[in-house]
T-cell receptor, first 109, second 114 residues
Framework: KNEVEQSPQNLTAQEGEFITINCSYS?????LHWLQQHPGGGIVSLFM???GKKKHGRLIATINIQEKHSSLHITASHPRDSAVYIC???????????FGQGTRLTINP | ETGVTQSPTHLIKTRGQQVTLRCSSQ?????VSWYQQALGQGPQFIFQ???????GRGNFPPRFSGLQFPNYSSELNVNALELDDSALYLC?????????????FGPGTRLTVL
């Protein structure tokens, strides 16, 4: 069992829909990261959070430390949001990232 | 653009050969982490360098080795290449500080082993 589990693995939606991607982790963290990976490989960090909620444009990330669960939401989704979204945890006391398997999101026009 | 560069972008090798991948970190970052991403999987941590010293290692054999230079750029070396080493290799640099700092990723090197 992976230490970081994401759901769903694949998600297809229509432009304008509200998107939610979930992430659960099994051990303690110093922070939880959401990243975006486009075809070709480049990874961009979207959020790093250790409590509460963060918002950037149409993206919102939340975390519940007690339940070891985080969600990434996209409002008013657009075809350019199509990418793989990856959740990763920073273990306590370490700077490395432990990644989930990613969620492939496709937004159709 | 994250300011992290990697070279080469693509590489084809044959089994048994050796390969060196390079990473230049973002200015001001003294920590470089290397990850291996197989097709359809999330990245797996290989190792991390902090101020020229290895600072943590994942579950990879000793034929995966690395270096960090005084300017904080880094190399990943893989000896005796195997077919399963075919993957995207990503490096990420981060600022000094406590665990959990944001990591800035390079574009990756895609290695194919034939």
């Amino acid at each position: 069992k992976n230490e970081v589990e994401q759901s769903p693995q694949n998600l297809t939606a229509q432009e304008g829909e509200f998107i939610t991607i979930n992430c659960s982790y099994s051990v303690g963290i110093s922070a939880l990261h959401w990243l975006q990976q486009h075809p070709g490989g480049g990874i961009v960090s979207l959020f790093m959070l250790s409590s509460g909620k963060k918002k950037h444009g149409r993206l919102i990330a939340t975390i519940n430390i007690q339940e070891k669960h985080s969600s990434l939401h996209i409002t008013a989704s657009h075809p350019r949001d199509s990418a793989v979204y990856i959740c990763a945890r920073s273990p306590e006391g370490a700077q490395k990232l432990v990644f989930g398997q990613g969620t492939r999101l496709t937004i159709n026009p | 653009e994250t300011g992290v560069t990697q070279s080469p972008t693509h590489l084809i090798k044959t089994r048994g050969q050796q390969v060196t991948l390079r990473c230049s970190s973002q200015s001001g970052h003294n920590t470089v982490s290397w990850y291996q991403q197989a097709l359809g999987q999330g990245p797996q941590f290989i190792f991390q360098y902090y101020r020229e010293e290895e600072n943590g290692r994942g579950n990879f054999p000793p034929r995966f080795s690395g270096l960090q230079f005084p300017n904080y750029s880094s190399e990943l070396n893989v000896n005796a290449l195997e077919l399963d080493d075919s993957a995207l290799y990503l490096c990420a640099s981060s600022r000094p500080g406590t665990g959990g700092d944001t990591q800035y990723f390079g574009p990756g090197t895609r290695l194919t082993v034939l």
